[in-house]
């Protein structure tokens, strides 16, 4: 059912959209269709016994992905949206099959890619700081690139300053109301949430603004109030630069001559 459950969904935003897109005319609204993270990781072992254990494959992800795609075009969505990404090979995964429906269908949707730091180390669950998770995804030139999901805002907000630093395009943020309490709930209010995201509009951090885990339609309005008094950040214009991106970061300047690539590196670009 996975074409048809993503067909139909995007079918439904769709209308509702163009509904809106009636009312309000200048206030136009996009679809985005969603592809998560599934319930699997590529990169992990899901038995603690056998470390080299996989449940999935890259192909068997890619295949998902793929029809999950086809079924959200379909509908009628205007951007793809990867996201909640703990593991960096399930969102490599979602690239691929993307780009490739992209090809079969000779169109071309914008892209958003949104990772997940799941803990206080500012990590992935793969391991990745917030700098190679953005150098291992730049080869798919997102439109957007930012972090939502795990974590609130005030523990998100170190992360989102690096990301709004490093990245090259736009940077958007859907963060958590509050870390989950003991009965799985939320308690931060859209007033506490808006206090601390009016903050990272004024410094310049986001050009998009939304909420994830326990937020609701007050929380999503009272952001809208609160940051539409200060500008979008605009991207850093960083130089063309020949880079590496891994479980550490790395960044080889135009002057360098030799590269020494060792286990912790996954992947080379430029």
Not at 74 to 90: H, Y
Not at 148 to 176: F, Q
Not at 183 to 207: C, I
Request: with cysteine.
């Amino acid at each position: 059912y996975c074409y048809e459950l993503n067909r139909v969904a995007a079918k439904i935003a769709r209308d509702a959209a163009d509904t809106m897109d009636e009312r309000t005319p200048r206030m136009p609204r996009f679809v985005a269709g969603v592809l998560g993270p599934t319930n699997r990781t590529a990169s992990i072992s899901p038995d603690v016994a056998n470390p080299a254990f996989r449940n999935v494959t890259f192909d068997e992800l890619e295949v998902a992905y793929f029809e999950a795609c086809q079924g959200l075009i379909d509908g009628g969505c205007d951007i793809l949206l990867i996201e909640t990404i703990f593991d960096t090979l399930n969102a490599k995964a979602a690239i691929h099959a993307t780009l490739r429906c992209f090809d079969e269908r000779g169109i071309r949707l914008p892209i958003f890619i949104s990772g997940t730091i799941t803990d206080a180390s500012g990590r992935t669950l793969s391991g990745q700081v917030t700098e190679a998770f953005w150098r291992s995804i730049r080869h798919a030139n997102p439109l957007v690139v930012g972090l939502n999901c795990a974590l609130g805002p005030a523990e998100l907000r170190p992360y989102v300053e690096e990301l709004s630093k490093i990245a090259d395009t736009y940077v958007s943020v859907h963060p958590n109301a509050g870390l989950p309490n003991e009965f799985g709930g939320y308690d931060e209010t859209p007033e506490a949430m808006s206090f601390e995201l009016a903050e990272w509009a004024k410094a310049g951090f986001v050009n998009i603004i939304g909420g994830c885990c326990g937020t609701t339609p007050e929380h999503i309005r009272a952001f809208s109030h609160i940051v539409e008094n200060y500008p979008p950040r605009t991207p850093p214009n960083h130089p063309s630069r020949c880079r590496l991106s891994g479980l550490e970061p790395v960044t080889i300047g135009p002057e360098s001559l030799f590269v020494n690539v060792g286990e912790h590196f996954e992947q080379f670009g430029s």
